[in-house]
């Protein structure tokens, strides 16, 4: 096949464009209503009751880690199968990473070594918890809750895989990825490969409304424009500093910086795009999991197979994985074939970052494994069936030659 098949891919329709091209031939560019309406527009999708949109999917970690008070010495739990900013985002706010390993069929951070952690660290030293809905499929949240709960930590839930993914919880209710429900805050990203592209963007949302008050400010500066919490009077607002005129309101003008904060803001035409994209997200969502069921269906009875993502309710599937022996040899004969399968995720504990916090290749046996194997497919809903019947048949053919 002479046209190149990514591991992902973004979609952008006519549709799309004139959203785009309606902003840029507006008022505003930033900081305009399109913001608000993507916010509003997301969160009725997730279930919650707030959303802010940020620049991209690391600035809304860092401001969660910010809003959540992480300071030197917290120390906060989360998965090395995940992209590097999960762990970052703690590291910002110069807290200490500690890494839990996976489960091996699911991928997802494992239950059960989070709590020998928090069995063995010292009482009230772990402040909270970042499990990653890893490929697309949802960690169960309310397992995380029970021990959150019982060891007094927050969750910050990194969906960016998995807008409109859901798990069910012990009474059979279906609890979707983000909505705000088990964890205080989570967080999505809209980088081109993920479901929904604005180029670059994020998203955090969250049921706390002093949270997203804060998130507010931090991600404009540390800016507010909301007079009922200004500090300096209305007369040092106006600019009579010396008391010889009274004021009887906050000129039109005015704002203050409160905190130190950041400019993490999303532009209008990101906003428009954003909003375009969701009105297809469950169309896009509906075609990644009959990719998905193709792929399963083909390498279910294939020996060569050692384990993949599989049919998994309410899986998101960003990703679709498959792991194989001679991982190497695969990868570099599906790019001869055209075929760009990517890695997800290099374990984090094994970067030199954070090898020099002392931890090492053998920390992490499962996620070690996992990653000596692991290979995402081509996942996207333009994904045609013959381009998807290529992969797989290339697949097959590598490990039958």
């Known amino acids: 096949m002479n046209k190149p098949i990514p591991y992902g891919k973004q979609n952008i329709t006519a549709e799309d464009i004139k959203a785009v091209?309606?902003?840029?031939?507006?008022?505003?560019?930033?900081?305009?209503?399109?913001?608000?309406?993507?916010?509003?527009?997301?969160?009725?999708?997730?279930?919650?009751?707030?959303?802010?949109?940020?620049?991209?999917?690391?600035?809304?970690?860092?401001?969660?880690?910010?809003?959540?008070?992480?300071?030197?010495?917290?120390?906060?739990?989360?998965?090395?199968?995940?992209?590097?900013?999960?762990?970052?985002?703690?590291r910002y706010c110069g807290g200490e990473i500690i890494f839990a390993d996976i489960d091996p069929e699911s991928y997802l951070i494992d239950t059960d070594n989070?709590?020998?952690?928090?069995?063995?660290?010292?009482k009230g030293s772990v402040k909270g918890i970042i499990p990653v809905d890893f490929a697309g499929r949802p960690v169960n949240l309310e397992e995380i809750k029970k021990l959150a709960d019982e060891y007094g930590l927050w969750i910050i839930e990194d969906a960016c895989h998995?807008?409109?993914?859901?798990?069910?919880?012990?009474?059979?209710?279906?609890?979707?990825?983000?909505?705000?429900?088990?964890?205080?805050?989570?967080?999505?990203?809209?980088?081109?490969?993920?479901?929904?592209?604005?180029g670059e963007g994020g998203m955090i949302t969250t049921n706390n409304a002093e949270l997203y008050k804060k998130l507010l400010v931090l991600r404009t500066h540390?800016?507010?424009?909301?007079?009922?919490?200004?500090?300096?009077?209305?007369?040092?607002?106006?600019?009579?500093?010396?008391?010889?005129?009274?004021?009887?309101?906050?000129?039109?003008?005015?704002?203050?910086?409160?905190?130190?904060?950041?400019?993490?803001?999303?532009t209008d035409f990101q906003a428009a795009l954003g909003t375009s994209q969701l009105k297809r997200a469950d169309e896009g969502l509906a075609r990644r999991r009959d990719i998905a069921s193709n792929y399963y269906d083909a390498f279910k009875n294939s020996e060569f197979i050692k384990g993949q993502s599989g049919v998994v309710e309410g899986h998101g599937y960003h990703l679709?994985?498959?792991?194989?022996?001679?991982?190497?040899?695969?990868?570099?004969?599906?790019?001869?074939?055209?075929?760009?399968?990517?890695?997800?995720?290099?374990?984090?504990?094994?970067?030199?970052y954070y090898q020099k916090f002392g931890w090492k290749p053998g920390d992490m046996p499962d996620a070690e494994n996992y990653y000596s194997m692991c290979l995402s497919l081509p996942m996207y809903p333009t994904l045609t069936n013959e381009?998807?019947?290529?992969?797989?048949k290339c697949i097959k053919d590598f490990f039958n030659k």
């Open 162 to 198: 998995a807008p409109g993914g859901y798990f069910t919880d012990s009474k059979g209710v279906q609890q979707k990825c983000g909505n705000g429900n088990f964890a205080e805050l989570a967080i999505f990203s809209f980088h081109p490969v993920k479901h929904i592209a604005c």
């Open 114 to 122: 989070v709590k020998k952690i928090l069995e063995r660290e010292p």
């Open 21 to 90: 091209t309606d902003v840029l031939q507006s008022d505003f560019l930033t900081q305009g209503p399109k913001i608000e309406e993507f916010e509003i527009a997301f969160a009725e999708y997730i279930g919650c009751k707030y959303a802010v949109a940020v620049a991209n999917g690391t600035a809304a970690l860092h401001l969660c880690a910010l809003a959540l008070n992480v300071k030197a010495g917290d120390k906060v739990i989360t998965t090395p199968i995940t992209f590097a900013a999960s762990a970052n985002c703690v």
């Open 387 to 392: 381009e998807q019947e290529y992969v797989i």
């Open 222 to 266: 540390g800016i507010t424009r909301d007079k009922s919490v200004f500090t300096n009077s209305k007369e040092t607002a106006c600019g009579f500093l010396n008391n010889e005129e009274s004021a009887a309101d906050y000129p039109g003008w005015y704002m203050e910086m409160q905190e130190l904060g950041y400019n993490y803001r999303l």
């Open 320 to 352: 679709y994985v498959i792991e194989v022996k001679n991982r190497l040899g695969l990868y570099n004969y599906l790019r001869e074939k055209n075929i760009f399968a990517q890695i997800h995720y290099i374990p984090a504990h094994m970067m030199p």
